[in-house]
Structure formats: C-alpha cells, structure tokens
C-alpha cells in the first residue's frame, strides 16, 4: 500500500497518478550502486582501482603478495593484504606456496623429498 504525497490518501501499485487527487507521483531513480573498489600498493607501483572479484583472482595467480598493501577508493592509509577482507585467500596462497617451498619455513634448511 502506497500513501500518495499530495493529499495522502492510499493507493495499490506502481500508480503514476493517484486516483483521488490525480496527482502526478514521480519516483526517483533508484542511486546506482557502486562497486567495491580497492587500490593494491607493491615493490614495484601502485595499481587499481579493482574489484574484489579481480582482486580474488589476482591473488590466486600470484600477482600480489603478501607483502603488498591495500587501500579502499576513499581511504587514505593502507593496510596489508593480509589484514584485509581478503586475508583468508592470502593466507591460503601463502600456506600453498611454503608447501611448494624447497627450504623449510623455520629453519632455511633443505627439504628432502
């Protein structure tokens, strides 16, 4: 049930007159939604905007470390990857790469296979 804004009275649906006063009714535009977008700082130059999607994907291609940082769209300091939403996936990618690893992640001595 709707309430038309001239004269008050109720009315069903997506009326665009109100059937009392026969008022116009102007509905707004719905705001657009605006994608989550981050900044991504490493060794070697600061990158983005990205969403998170692109941001998932590029940790599990190895293209940003752990080491990197991060930052939102209107944020002014960054935070490490591994302190942000997407700490789970790193963590992850790094956990795999020390499995990976050759030398053991304490000591630096040699694996044996």
């Known amino acids: ?10 009315y069903e649906g997506d009326a665009k007159e109100c059937p009392a006063c ?18 991504i ?19 599990q291609k ?16 960054w935070t490490p990857l591994l302190n942000s939403e997407f700490s789970k996936e790193m963590a992850e990618r790094v956990n795999t790469q020390r499995l990976t690893s050759t030398t053991c992640p304490r000591c630096g001595g040699a694996l044996v296979a």
């Open 22 to 39: 026969e008022a116009e009714h102007h509905v707004a535009a719905p705001e657009p939604i605006e994608v989550f977008r981050v900044y």
């Open 62 to 77: 190895g293209q940003i470390s752990h080491t990197d940082y991060i930052r939102g769209r209107n944020e002014f300091s």
């Open 41 to 59: 700082t490493s060794k070697k130059s600061d990158l983005g905007p990205f969403d998170s999607d692109t941001v998932r994907k590029m940790i």
């Open 1 to 10: 049930m709707n309430l038309c804004p001239t004269c008050g009275s109720e």
